[in-house]
């Protein structure tokens, strides 16, 4: 209840009307709180990935592809590489060049935290830039 100061009376009267700043406040904050917590609400379904239709890229003349066979066994070229030595292999595949183009392509049945995780071991070895191979769908 709000209170108007009339220094002509002796007593106060009530004033009927609403303070509606609280009311804005409060909406503000909850407008906040919903703006930050609706993308977090968002739910991972899995899906199944589609082929690519984007135009094929210009391929480099010496291609480095790092393959991951469906028994998870990695393969430089033709060559069988283990994962302790992915490093060392690409670093002599690439002729110690960091920067070169590592054309990463896996098998449908290879779960993608097994993609990940090659990546991972990619990036430990120093090798930044993949490029992720795909078939080409046509339309």
Not at 42 to 63: C, F, G
Not at 108 to 119: F, R
């Amino acid at each position: 209840m709000s209170v108007r100061l009339d220094h002509g009376k002796a007593d106060l009267d009530e004033v009927h009307e609403i303070n509606v700043t609280p009311f804005i406040d409060v909406m503000l904050v909850l407008l906040i709180i919903f703006m930050v917590a609706a993308p977090l609400a968002t739910v991972d379904i899995a899906v199944d990935l589609p082929s690519s239709t984007a135009p094929p890229q210009e391929r480099p003349p010496q291609p480095i592809f790092l393959t991951v066979k469906p028994d998870r066994s990695l393969r430089i070229g033709d060559d069988v590489v283990p994962r302790d030595a992915l490093g060392p292999a690409l670093g002599a595949a690439t002729k110690g060049d960091k920067d070169a183009r590592i054309f990463l392509r896996a098998d449908k049945a290879v779960p993608y935290g097994e993609l990940m995780e090659v990546m991972n071991l990619m990036r430990a070895a120093g090798f930044l830039k993949v490029a992720l191979v795909g078939l080409e769908k046509t339309q």
